[in-house]
T-cell receptor
Framework: AQTVTQSQPEMSVQEAETVTLSCTYD???????LFWYKQPPSRQMILVIR??????QNATENRFSVNFQKAAKSFSLKISDSQLGDTAMYFC??????????????FGKGTKLSVIP | ETGVTQTPRHLVMGMTNKKSLKCEQH?????MYWYKQSAKKPLELMFV???????ENNSVPSRFSPECPNSSHLFLHLHTLQPEDSALYLC??????????FGPGTRLTVL
């Protein structure tokens, strides 16, 4: 079974600063996907960024980037130039690429990020 | 409407009521999902449909009954629920073994 751990229940950052959210996971799979999702107070879950485990290059999407360390099973999210609209719950999630669990996203408990003006 | 839509957005029901949640996806996906999101708990996968066939049912009580009439629509039929079933119910869709995209959710309160 897969597990995803987000060790920071809450974080805050000043507007325009950089913040890093941590995520570790445990799996015996070799091929899988990792995701960061964002859920603002309006509650729609939005995909932030996706990483394929077979790719060594870290994924980036504008101000969002990840630090993927496969051997350490670590997948942190860096948000640069934080904006007020980044205030949300952030969820790290894992899904195996194949096998019986390949439809099941395993989520962490989330990190509540507050961007302070 | 684009993406994944859900209706109603809010629902209050008694324990003896029967109600249904509706999800519709406009993304051309082949798989659809129901999740339950409770306070201070990770999202829980309830049901998965791929190509309109149920492929996963994560030990969900029979008072929750899913229906997937086609690849664009997914329903969750509710009957004789308990107060502990109060939660946010999220629908998602994806291509086969691909990224899941979520709807806005239905906030369910069971009295």
């Amino acid at each position: 079974a897969q597990t995803v751990t987000q060790s920071q229940p809450e974080m805050s950052v000043q507007e325009a600063e950089t913040v890093t959210l941590s995520c570790t996971y445990d799996t015996s799979e070799n091929n899988y996907y990792l995701f960061w999702y964002k859920q603002p107070p309006s509650r729609q879950m939005i995909l932030v960024i996706r990483q394929e485990a077979y790719k060594q290059q870290n994924a980036t999407e504008n101000r969002f980037s990840v630090n993927f360390q496969k051997a350490a099973k670590s997948f942190s999210l860096k948000i640069s130039d934080s904006q007020l609209g980044d205030t949300a719950m952030y969820f790290c999630a894992f899904i195996p690429y194949s096998g019986a669990g390949s439809y099941q996203l395993t989520f962490g408990k989330g990190t509540k990020l507050s961007v302070i003006p | 409407e684009t993406g994944v839509t859900q209706t109603p957005r809010h629902l209050v029901m008694g324990m003896t009521n029967k109600k249904s949640l509706k999800c519709e996806q406009h993304l051309g996906h082949n798989a659809m999902y129901w999740y339950k999101q409770s306070a201070k708990k990770p999202l829980e996968l309830m049901f998965v449909y791929s190509l309109e066939e149920r492929v996963e049912n994560n030990s969900v009580p029979s008072r929750f009954s899913p229906e997937c009439p086609n690849s664009s629509h997914l329903f969750l039929h509710l009957h004789t629920l308990q107060p502990e079933d109060s939660a946010l119910y999220l629908c998602a869709s994806s291509g086969i073994k691909d990224t899941q995209y979520f709807g806005p959710g239905t906030r369910l309160t069971v009295l």
